[in-house]
DNA sequence: AAAAATATTTAGGCTTATCTAAAAAATTAT
DNA sequence: ATAATTTTTTAGATAAGCCTAAATATTTTT
């Protein structure tokens, strides 16, 4: 029995936050209808567990859930999830804008972070933030409402030769793949613009900094850019 | 397996580590040997619950144990708790000073967040917070090695008739009672003279803020005083 | 020094969240 | 349309952390 029963009746596991949020973030790539084994992978688990989980969350009325026919959240578990996300992105930006981390050491104690249960806390972090609308990696924060607005983005690997664009997200906030970008001197905001495209293996050769280096098709596809 | 794997090897479970810190507070007030009852009426659980925990710390040799005898923290266990601490009371002062939380509301979010596993998160919180040297319940706040100096204090309750104390910190940091204080315009720094007392239930009547009040002995054993 | 009372440990269960292996259903290939 | 493959579910186990009830040890009272 822990502290936070004193806040909510309706409450989650951490383990059943973690899955409100994969499913959420899965939902907005492929749409409705998450199968088991996505899931699975997402969370480095078995399918077997996936199964046992969505049945409990079913149960819940977070989400929809027929054998063998995937997942679908409902409004109840979208609210939840983003608000999973809103605490995640908020925690990020406090991380940095506060306490000198990188946006390579940040994701790891944002997913611990995420979990606290407080309302106060995480509307005061905002507004001690400054109502940010963004976190490190150029993903936007939900505001208490849960809305937020779309950004206009495009994978870097999608850009024709000789066009510019001006980088606004990642879609992998690894440590490894953000530091090989401060390594590279890539971060959110810079121009960068396809000199080449190697129709062998998808590689591009780029010019950032007036520097001119190539990166694999890998790389381009986990680089958003406007 | 959770992600802080990354960052120890010597890990101890959100349960383990509200073991460490109760028996780490008891052995501040009784000594070593901390009996399982004792333990148990700490964190409102059952004693033999507890057994079976101290049996397991003191396998991971945060503690020694001997049938029948309580358990004694060791350099290791003690180690551990006094960063929980550290932990704890650093959250308070933050949510306090920069969130706008008063200090009868800090203690159950500071009870979640204690257990965030980031030695760099906790180093930041404490420089961006300028090192305070005490919590808002005007309890010490170890530092990065775990030091910490032990204040002067008695208890309100101990001070003679017509003698003058300044509050310096409290013995319950429940919302219950800190509320009770705000009520009655005590808070810490505050000058209080004890103006009479009365010998059969050992009821104060004080002189704070130029006002007289009342005060039952249950109260004055919960502030300490200079 | 017994007897009574209290404290502690042991034994056996329960729940949550996992897992592996096997069975069943759905999909894809022939 | 059948066979092969892949996906998903079910069955049964395990570990952590808790519980109740019973057994045992210690302490206090008589
Ligand atoms: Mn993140
Ligand atoms: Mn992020
Ligand atoms: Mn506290
Ligand atoms: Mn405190």
Request: a neutral charge; one cysteine or more; hydrophobic letters at 35%.
């Amino acid at each position: 029995m822990y502290l936070w029963h004193q806040y909510y009746n309706y409450m989650f596991s951490l383990s059943e936050e973690n899955y409100l949020k994969s499913i959420y973030h899965l939902e907005a790539i492929h749409g409705k209808g998450i199968s088991t084994n996505s899931i699975a992978k997402k969370l480095e688990t078995k399918a077997s567990s996936v199964t046992d989980m969505i049945k409990k969350l079913a149960e819940k009325e977070v989400l929809v859930y027929k054998k063998y026919q995937g997942v679908s959240l409902t409004i109840l578990g979208r609210k939840e999830a983003t608000t999973i996300v809103r605490k995640h992105r908020l925690w990020e930006v406090f991380l940095v804008d506060k306490l000198n981390f990188s946006w390579d050491e940040v994701h790891d104690v944002a997913e611990q972070l995420e979990h606290i249960k407080s309302p106060k806390l995480i509307d005061e972090l905002d507004v001690f933030l400054g109502f940010p609308k963004m976190d490190p990696h150029g993903d936007p924060i939900p505001d208490k409402e849960g809305n937020f607005q779309k950004i206009e983005k495009r994978l870097l690997s999608t850009l024709e030769e000789h066009k510019t664009g001006i980088c606004v997200g990642v879609n992998d906030s690894s440590s490894d793949f953000l530091k090989y970008l401060d390594k590279n001197n890539i971060s959110l905001g810079q121009k960068i613009k396809v000199l080449s495209k190697e129709s062998f293996d998808g590689s591009l050769t780029i010019l950032i900094h007036s520097k001119e280096i190539t990166i694999s098709k890998k790389i381009s596809n986990n680089i958003y850019i406007q």
